[in-house]
């Protein structure tokens, strides 16, 4: 019997940070890598995944909650409000209203639900008041974990002291690298009970770096992928503004995602060659 699981979000559910150019968006993703070992247990699970980068959680509810909802999923993964956390203007009481409406929306399809507390990243002093904020966003979420029950599955990203170690993230250490999607692959499919064939090796221990580089590397992350952010967010524009849905219906995983997007883009490039209607 055929079985989905539908992922929503921004970033970190489309698989930023674990770059695939094979694959739809150029990036592969925790989300394809819990689709694919599903799977391999069961061919007939099939898999979406409408996450995009940069989203907001006002138009995560608008475009991707009841589209989601309309494919009758069994698993529902809901990744929301980062973004949101990060603009100071933005009032974090409302958000978090809108983010419990959402997840009581979800809850009532029926669907598994798996929610996520945001990790407490090492940042830089200036961005420190960050971090109150996302304590205040993974109260909410423990929240209304324990009061959906087994209704709702608890990713508590937050508690991992392995994301502490630098080398689990990407050079904007906001997204997580590949090594981190395949770690949150592997804790997910533990928390789901499914069987997988993934691998995390730890790392050796980590090479100390003195001051000077240490410092020089903060100025080159600030000028290279914080101002760019932030001035992003003042013109009003995101990185997701020209990309669509990676997986925007649901696929069966088992035949082969690097096979299905080749297919995919065969038949998108045919369509825009192909001669007018006569």
């Not at 770690?183 to 069987?195: F, S």
């Not at 790392?203 to 410092?215: L, V």
């Not at 883009?265 to 369509?271: D, E, L």
Request: glycine content about 6%; some cysteine; proline content about 6%.
């Amino acid at each position: 019997m055929s079985r989905l699981f539908v992922a929503i979000g921004d970033s970190f559910t489309e698989g930023v940070g674990d770059w695939e150019p094979r694959l739809p968006n150029g990036v592969r993703g925790w989300a394809d890598r819990v689709a694919k070992q599903l799977s391999k247990e069961d061919p007939q699970w099939r898999y979406a995944n409408l996450g995009i980068r940069s989203r907001r959680l006002d138009r995560i509810i608008e475009e991707q909650i009841e589209p989601a909802l309309a494919m009758n999923p069994d698993v529902i993964s809901f990744y929301a409000g980062g973004n949101d956390i990060l603009e100071f203007r933005k009032d974090l009481d409302k958000v978090l209203v809108d983010y419990r409406a959402a997840v009581d929306r979800l809850a009532a399809s029926g669907a598994q639900i798996l929610l996520f507390t945001g990790f407490d990243i090492p940042v830089h002093p200036m961005l420190a008041p960050f971090k109150r904020r996302n304590w205040k966003f993974n109260d909410c979420v423990r929240e209304l974990a324990a009061q959906y029950g087994d209704t709702v599955t608890l990713v508590d990203y937050w508690q991992w002291d392995v994301y502490a170690d630098r080398r689990m993230w990407d050079v904007d250490k906001l997204h997580m690298n590949r090594a981190g999607h395949r770690y949150m692959a592997i804790r997910i499919l533990e928390l789901l009970g499914a069987n997988h064939q993934l691998v995390f090796e730890l790392f050796a221990d980590a090479r100390r770096i003195g001051f000077i580089q240490a410092t020089r590397r903060d100025v080159e992350w600030l000028r290279q992928w914080v101002l760019p952010m932030f001035g992003r967010r003042l013109r009003g524009v995101t990185l997701g503004d020209e990309l669509a849905p990676r997986w925007p219906q649901p696929i069966y995983p088992a035949q082969g995602m690097k096979k299905l997007h080749r297919k995919r883009s065969r038949h998108k490039i045919a369509n825009l060659t192909a001669p007018p209607a006569p």
